[in-house]
């Protein structure tokens, strides 16, 4: 499936060509732009409990200041280096709000403040090593490069369009104001999700129609069944099935020792325009090395939170361990659930699957300050990490036509790593500056309130887990049909958990559109739904952050 026709890659020849993260005027914008991306970020998930994707602005903003007439400012005209800078202000806005002060709140709400810096801490391991582990996997067998990560197409595409202009410009643009004043309409008090749109014109058809049904279940479930999903648990027992068998693939995909060539037969390829690019960096035996030492790492964490969160008070040696091991596991697993889902669907269920985790935690009869740091824990893993797949997806299209193929595209990733890397640092910094102003004054993410009530209220109803248990069949079954390329169940659990009203009407229209414009148009259908789609995205996240203003 063709993105771009153009090779912006084609400038790099070897890994020394490739614009480094800590070049002068390259590291001063970037600082900044965390800076911003992590207020966004903050003022977002505590006012509206939402994030957005900042990495359209980190893109505009560079594009701008190459504008300014001066020598040294001319360097950011670079695609690569605007790269860079979109990476790290999306990665400080995720960080900040998602892996850092959602999970501090949680023991803040229960009325335990003294463990809120150990608990940011751990939160931090848990950002650090999330996005360590997806550095290492991407681009193999389980997270493709070629995969469909639709808001890092719509990144690449927006750089693209900005250093080249011409027709593509004009149809990018011409997506993006409709997804930014579209997004502005609203029905019955909620607005319009055009990126939910734009995601059905770049992503898997098979994948997308699950999450569009799923999507319009959960919104009008009440109304045609009388039965409230949500209270039954039934969307949670779908995640459950398929996350297993999701695992249960992934596992099979580790152990499974074929050419890189035939596992690349048959997939959607979203924006490879060399054949080296199907082909992957990442082998069979660096993906399970990655997995396993991201596993100790994360168990790692755990025990550090666990002595300095001092829950020994309340655990023996031997149930520390085993907390310690469930943690980990919890964190891993929750990781690698969310990146599938946002590989495919550009939304990823972090809040539900944590709260899966929860539910299990309640069952085994974990204490109430153990499982909140347990549940904190797990939250700050998985959007990082789902975010970064995004940000190294569009330097993987704008690193298309390097030479040597492999060797310059590992060498751009590692850059975009290492911007990442500054902009998870200075979130942090500003995290620990401001978390006790934004929590006295009241400003607690919304989410973060729902997982310290739970956990303090413990599991009132014994049919909980039965119900998860029932549902996680379909759940299963519609994973293993279809299969690890299509994360068919995965998606549709991930639809039923997301209640965002009027998308599943989006995502199923345009992907009505799309077959219908793919026989208009034949072979150009592919590339123009792309350009679109990249641009609703765009126009919507450039929506999200403007709430910030209005807010």
Known sequence: MSITPSLKGAGLHGAESHPRAFEPVTLVLTVVLSVLGAFIGLHLV?????????????????????????????????????????SAISGATFAAANSLLVPIAVPFVLGRSDLVWPMLLGAAIGLFVDSWVLYRIFDSKLFPARSTWPPGVAAAETIVAGDEGGRKAVVLGIGGLVGFLGSFVKIAGNALPFSAAGVALIGNIWALAMFGVGLGVNQYGKEWFDVDLNELYIPHGFMVGAGLIALVQAVILLLRRSPEKESAAGETAVGAEQPEAMEGTVDERGLRRALTEGYVLFFLGALTVGLVGGILGELSVVQLIGWCV??????????????????????????????????????????????????????????????????????????????????????????????????????????????????????????????ADTVAGGLTDTSTLTNILIWAIPGALIQLIGGPERQMGVLLATGLLILTPYACWFVLGALAFRIIWGRVRGPEASGELNLIGSGLIAGSSLTDVSRVVKG
């Open 326 to 451: 469930l943690a980990g596991f919890a964190a891993l697993v929750h990781q690698l659930i969310v990146g599938l889902a946002a590989m495919h669907s550009g939304w990823f269920p972090a809040f539900a699957v944590t709260l899966i985790f929860m539910v299990l935690g309640l069952v085994i009869g974990i204490p109430t300050v153990p499982l909140a740091l347990f549940v904190a824990y797990v939250a700050s893993t998985g959007p990082a990490f789902a975010d970064m797949g995004y940000d190294l997806k569009a330097g993987w299209i704008l690193r298309q036509g390097g030479t040597p193929y492999k060797l310059v595209e590992k060498a751009g990733r590692k850059q975009q790593y290492i911007a990442q890397l500054v902009g998870f640092g200075v979130a942090l910094a500003v995290v620990a500056l401001t978390w006790r102003s934004y929590f006295e004054g009241n400003e607690i993410p919304p989410v973060s309130k729902v997982y």
């Open 46 to 86: 505590t006012t509206l409990g939402i994030s957005a994707n900042t990495s359209v602005i980190g893109a505009l903003i560079a594009m701008l200041v190459a504008r300014v007439p001066a020598r040294k400012l001319r360097e950011m005209r670079s695609v690569h280096r605007q790269n860079l800078v979109q």
